[in-house]
Structure formats: C-alpha cells, structure tokens
C-alpha cells in the first residue's frame, strides 16, 4: 500500500474532464488499497502574467509528507500541476497551457507578439520542459497530448487513454429527436457552430446543452445567436445534471455533437459510443478523430455550419444510419481498456516508479 | 552561417502554390552547401527538409544563435505562424504580398507593434499600455513591413508600395534602409515541346475577377484556341460555370495550381495568358515559368507586368478595351508563328537566363545575407534588449503576489517564510526567464 497523491488544478464553479479523471483515478486506487487523497489549487486565466504565480505555487509546496506519512508518489495531471517537485513524480498529462502551444496564433490564444507574451511562452515551454522532463514516468491521456509534448518540448511519453468515468453504467436507448451536446462552455469546444447550424436542420430538432459556461460573455454570445434565428425553442441549456439524468440524454438523443477545435482527448466522444449513438464531428477535432472514422462511428466534418447542418440532416433522415454508425461505436469501444478493465494497466504504469 | 528560415513549405510530391515553398525549391539547392539552414513551420506535415515547430526557434537560437532570421510573407492565412513571429524577432523578410485578403490572426488584433517599434527605434523603454484596443484597420501589412530588418521584394511593384507607403508611416529611415528586388527564380528544365502547328492558350488566372476569366474566355473563344486552364481545387465549380457562361467547350481544366504543374501544362500551349489585375496578389513565378520554356506571353500592362520589356510580352491594358486588345494579342500569335515558335524561343529564355535563373536568385539572396549579416545580427542584438523588458515585466508581475504582500508586510515578517516564498519565484523565473542552468 502506498500513499499517492493525485495533483488536480480546479478552476472553481466549473467542472470538465479532468476533474472526473482525478476522481475516478483517486476511486480505482483505493479500490487496490491505496492511500490517496487529491490535492486541488486554484487557478484562473483571467490574468496571463500569474500563470507564472500559479506555477510556483506549485513548486513551492513540499510534497515529500502530510500529517506522519510519507507521500511515496505524486501524479500530476495538468498544468501547472507537474510544477510541484517530488523525488517520484508520475505524469498523467491532461494538457500543458495550450495557447501558448498549438494555439499560439489562433483566436484561442491571448498571446501576442508583445514582448511580455512572448516572455510569458518562452517562460512556459522552458518550465514546462524542465519541469515534466524531471518526472519519473511521463504519460498522457491521448496520442495528441504525446505528440504535441514530443513536437513542442522534445520530451517521449507513453499513451494511457483514461477509462469511461462511469464504467458499464452507460445505456442504450432509443434514436430521439435531439442533439446532444456534453462539456463545458467556452469558445474553443465550438457550440456555436452547431446552434448557427439549428436553421439548416429539420426543425423538429432540438440541441441539449450540458455543461456550465466557463468564459466571460459565452452565454451572451449564444443567447444573441439564438435570438437571432429564433431558437428559442430549440436550444436547452441544462447546467450540470447528475449521473444517471447524464446517462438518460446520451441513450435516449439523435447523436452526440462533439467538435472542439483540436481537442486533447474528449470522454464525450466514448460515451456518446458506450451509449450506441453516432458522434458528428470536425476534421480539426484534434484526439477526437483517435477513435471517431467519418460514415463508420459517426460524422468528420468541415468545421462550419453548413456542413454540420447538413450532416445532422443526413442522420435525421436516415436512422437507420444513425443507428448503424451507433452500433458500429457501441462495438469498437466494447473490445476497448477504455470501457472495461483498462484500470489496471493504467494504473500500473502510473505507479511504476514506486518499483524502482 | 546560420539562417533560421521560415517559410510555407511543399509537402513531399505535393506542390501547392504558395510563392514562398516554390523560391525555397527553388533557391535551395544552391544554398544548402554555402548556408547551414534549419526551416521552421507551425504543422506536422511530411516535408522534403528536417523541419522545426516554429514555437521551439527561440530555444533552439538560444543554444546555438542564429545569425539571421529569414522570413517569406504571403498573403495566405497558412502564413499567419510568420507574421506573428515577425514580430518577435524581425530579420531579413521577402515579401510576396503587401496587401492581406483576411484579417490577422487576432492575437495580432492587439498586438502593441507600433509602440515596440517606436521604443526600438528611438532605443528607449517600451510605453506598455494597460489595455491596447483591437485593431483591424488596414489590409495593407504595414506591421509586417515595418518590422523587417532588411526588406526585400519579389515583385518591382512591392518596391514602390513599400516605399510609398511604409517609409511615409514611419516618417524616418528605417533601421537598415536598403531594400531589394529579388525576382522569382526559375530554373529551366525543359519539357516536351508540342505546341508547334497547335492553338493552344494556357491561362492560370483564378475564376475570381481579378483573374480575369470574364475577359480571357470570350477572347479565347472568338480567335478559335483550345484552352488550358490550371485552376485551384476549389474553385472547380466556379470554373465550370465560367466556360458554360461564355460557351468555351475546347478545354482541358487542371486543378491543383502550383508553379511546378504550371511547368508542365505551359509547354503544351502556343501562348500563356497572365492578365491578374488587382490591388492584391500578383503574377507570381507563372509568367517567366512560361518564358523559360519559350512561350510567348500576354499580360497587363500593370505593375509587375508593365516592367517586362516589350519584345517578350504582348502589353494590354485592362478596362473596356481589354477583350478586343487580347483578341488582337491572339490574333498577332497566329499570324507571327514563325517568329513566335522560332527566334522568340531563344529570345525569352535568354532573358530569363539573365534575370530569373534559379541559382543566380540563390547567389542574390546570399549576397544580401553577407552583406547584412552583421546589420542583421547588430539589429538582432538591439532587439534583444526589447524582449528583455518584456521579461522583466512579467518577473515583476509574477512576483506582485498577495500572499508576498502579506508576507513582506511588517506584522508578518516574523513568519520567516517571505525569504522561502521569494526564492521560489525567483527559482522559477530564473529558470525560465534566462534560461539559466538552475538545478532544481
């Protein structure tokens, strides 16, 4: 039995993937008679110039004993969690603090060409690469995550995709007449493309939204959007909801729609098929596109209204195809570690260095 | 010396057509024995060269300088990853377009170049303002000509704006005030002549009105040629509905246009129609791809066209007359074939030859880059103070705490952990904001 401590960064009133990665990490260690506990910080990005301040927080804290144990391992999952220092430090990387990687550049980064940004980055792929490549076993939750850390940082890790948070849970149900929509919301996981895409499909299809804003004036920017095509009828946004009401709307919809831009790994993408339905989503959905294959397991799309419009039409149309593309995931993501099973080499890698 | 080179690049057995990947083909291989060049790019695409992620050339300059960063602007969205890196260290840029069809990637929106540029050129301390207002205010690139050390041009027409326009803005010399007309390179690899006793015109223009389409296919038409039009994949449809429109039926449409491919179809034809006329965009390579293998051209009578000499380009001048003169133009290739399937060959390429040869393009850029190496390099350096304070700003920010206040503040001071906290900040940003070997 050792004593872990799992490394989460909480952005407070909003919950995403990572968090149910920690959760459900922190159960299936103690299900194997761990002592595990989760330490979470705050962070905010509402001010680029503190990510440093966040990162040495992290670094300043000494994890090597709490309360008369000795702490015999550190899992860190996202930034700037891998800042904190231990003599055994296994990564489970979520994602690094992406706008200043890949989307450095694009409307999803803040950073510009400004001297103090361009410190900001340097300062941020220098730490980030010191800091991970210190650790003990670096892994991440896709092969975007890995690739990205291979192409931007030069560090090698291993692919360890999390299982479904909710095991077997999941059901299958019947071909609805709705969209579903599951994550937080802010810009880059693109829901306004499906909501501009509503006046283009058949209009007895509606859009269910889970999840809770998560960016200032996102909700402003939807509602402006509804008003304008006049959906007021046919888009729901329900917050968080709990599991089984969760379970209800993935067996019961259309198909799920799921097409963030570049996405590292997407737990919406597998549910959506332990649950039987197609997923649509867009060509540059980053890990999504690891498990979802255009007219096999759902729909890979230009990231533009139009073309989804068109593409939830095709699946109101014909159900049969959504129930064939649904199956066909239900199918691929049965014979996966993903959906059963998949704990236990996970976690024996994470806890490898504890062999050394 | 050592050139960090950014550039669009064409994937393995993909030509596309960006001006910027086609001179790198082109100047290249006669640069790589002289130069050590490493290329950065912002994707994961199969190049023919080892390629670089262009967010990892700083590090990369830190352990082993370069001493010039060369940069191709074109106005294409894939170019973006330049343009922002411009801004972070200029260098020596070759410009293909001045004027951008699409606004820039928003971090640019807010960028504070013109402050920056100020602080540099008066060498004075950066005005950071609090908040800059987003600013989409002019096609022109006056931000990325601007912050270019040496500023060179594939195009005379490039030159004149430049000089019009950015030396007007900035009101003073520029840095290191020598630009420069680089030509598009060709290299002359002959292909199958065929064209002799055929009429067969080879047009490249997009089905966008600058093209020209609307003008070229009635004249093609009426003077009785078979057309070949190289055509990008998406615009297909769009020509499709131009040859139904003006009932042009003779035709054989390539799509996938890139100055390689123009090389091939070119020779196949009996003339080469380049009439763009447009505030953006230009010519590019096409026109002297086509002189190299000895067909003669038609084109405008405007910018880059107008500095073609006269007895290897039929001029004509767009407006209201432009229909009728390119039909006298095709007219004048049927009645003068003699002249234009003999002499004019040797003619043309003999012009290329002089003024467009691959490696005498190659031989140009690296005088420049001899020639400005240590401007470059001295620039460089200079710059290099203006990305030290934005890192002393971001230093003072981290370290602007609340929980350093408090524990600086006097009531607390006997908790013993300001000097701790302190330490961290300084450790981290001393790894990260130097580069220095810390062991932590």
Not at chain 1, 61 to 66: L, T, V
Not at chain 1, 96 to 110: C, I, K, M, V
Not at chain 1, 207 to 236: A, Q, S
Not at chain 1, 294 to 317: R, Y
Request: charged letters at 25%; one cysteine or more; aromatic letters at 12%.
């Amino acid at each position: 039995m050792a004593n872990i401590l799992i490394l989460g960064v909480k952005v407070p009133y909003t919950r995403g993937g990572a968090e149910s990665l920690c959760s459900s990490l922190a159960s299936e260690l103690k299900e194997r008679g761990h002592n595990v506990d989760i330490v979470n910080l705050p962070i905010s990005f509402s001010s680029k110039e503190k990510l440093l301040t966040y990162a040495s927080m992290w670094r300043s804290i000494d994890f090597s004993e709490f309360a008369g144990k000795v702490v015999d391992l550190i899992i860190a999952t996202k930034f700037p969690s891998y800042y904190a220092k231990h003599t055994k430090k296994s990564i489970w990387l979520v994602h690094q603090h992406r706008p200043a990687y890949e989307l450095y550049g694009t409307r999803f980064s803040d950073l510009s060409d400004d001297p103090r940004d361009e410190a900001l980055r340097e300062a941020l792929l220098e730490g980030d690469t010191k800091a991970i490549g210190e650790a003990s076993y670096i892994s991440g939750i896709s092969e975007n995550v890995i690739r990205r850390l291979k192409r931007f940082n030069g560090i090698e890790g291993e692919v360890l995709y999390p299982p479904l948070p909710l095991g077997k849970r999941y059901k299958r149900g019947e071909s609805g007449d709705y969209i579903l929509s599951v994550g937080r919301i802010c810009n880059i996981k693109r829901i306004d493309l499906m909501i501009k895409a509503l006046p283009i499909v058949h209009n007895f299809i509606s859009l269910k939204v889970v999840g809770t804003p998560d960016e200032d004036g996102i909700m402003e920017y939807f509602n402006n959007e509804i008003d304008k095509h006049h959906l007021w009828d046919r888009v729901e946004f329900l917050g968080r909801v709990d599991d089984e009401t969760l379970l209800e709307l993935y067996a019961n919809c259309l198909c799920v729609y799921y097409a963030p831009f570049d996405e590292d790994y997407g737990y919406v993408t597998l549910e959506a098929m332990a649950s039987g339905k197609p997923v649509i989503t867009a060509k540059d959905s980053g890990g999504v596109l690891e498990f979802v294959r255009d007219m096999e397991t759902g729909l890979v799309l230009e990231p533009t209204t139009d073309s989804i419009g068109h593409g939830v039409n095709k699946l109101v149309e014909n159900r049969e195809l959504a129930t064939k593309l649904g199956e066909n995931g239900h199918l691929y993501i049965k014979g996966t570690p993903m959906f059963s099973g998949g704990w236990d080499s996970v976690i024996s890698r994470l806890l490898s260095p504890l062999d050394e | 010396m050592r050139v960090a080179w950014f550039s669009l690049l064409n994937p393995k057995d993909k030509p596309t057509d960006s001006l910027s990947a086609y001179f790198t083909d082109e100047v290249f291989p006669s640069l790589k024995d002289l130069i050590d060049i490493d290329f950065f790019v912002s994707d994961e695409n199969s190049y023919p060269y080892k390629t670089y992620s262009f967010l990892r050339a700083f590090e990369m300059h830190r352990k082993r300088p370069y001493d010039i960063f060369f940069y191709q602007v074109e106005d294409k969205k894939e170019c973006d990853f330049i343009r922002m890196h411009l801004g972070v260290r200029p260098g020596i840029v070759l410009y293909h377009d001045l004027f951008f069809k699409s606004d820039p990637p928003p971090p640019l929106t807010f960028s504070i170049w013109q402050d920056v540029l100020e602080a540099y050129l008066a060498q004075a301390e950066i005005r950071f303002p609090a908040k800059k207002p987003q600013d989409f205010s002019d096609p022109f690139a006056l931000r990325e000509a601007s912050l270019a050390l040496v500023p060179l041009f594939s195009s005379t027409r490039l030159c004149g704006e430049f000089r019009r326009r950015v030396l007007k803005y900035l009101g003073r010399d520029l840095p290191i005030p020598n630009i420069f007309y680089l030509p598009h390179p060709v290299s002359y690899r002959p292909e199958q002549e065929n064209a002799i006793g055929t009429l067969k015109a080879a047009f490249c223009g997009s089905t966008e009105l600058e093209g020209r389409a609307h003008k070229v296919l009635p004249a093609i038409k009426k003077e009785g040629f078979n057309l070949i039009w190289m055509i990008k994949r998406s615009e297909k449809e769009k020509a499709e509905d131009l040859l139904r429109e003006f009932g042009v039926s003779d035709v054989d449409l390539i799509t996938g246009k890139s100055p390689a491919r123009w090389r091939e179809v070119v020779s196949k034809a009996s003339v080469a129609i380049h009439t763009h006329f447009s505030a953006y965009g230009g010519l590019g390579p096409y026109p002297y791809i086509s002189l190299s293998q000895g067909v003669p051209i038609v084109t405008c009578d405007f910018a880059e066209g107008e500095s073609l000499p006269d007895d290897i380009a039929i001029k004509i001048n767009p407006g209201r007359y432009e229909g009728s003169q390119l039909s006298q133009a095709l007219e004048s290739i049927k009645c003068r074939r003699e002249f234009f399937e003999g002499p004019y060959r040797k003619i043309a390429r003999d012009y290329i030859e002089e003024f467009h040869q691959s490696s005498l393009i190659a031989d140009e850029l690296l005088k420049v880059f001899n020639s400005k190496q240590d401007p470059a390099k001295r620039a460089l350096y200079k710059w290099e103070e203006i990305l030290k304070q934005g890192r002393e700003y971001l230093f003072k920010k981290a370290s602007e705490n609340p929980l350093c206040d408090i524990i600086s503040g006097s009531q607390d001071k006997d908790l013993g952990i300001a000097s701790v906290w302190s330490s961290q900040i300084g450790e981290f940003a001393g790894i990260c904001l130097t580069g220095s070997e810390i062991d932590i």
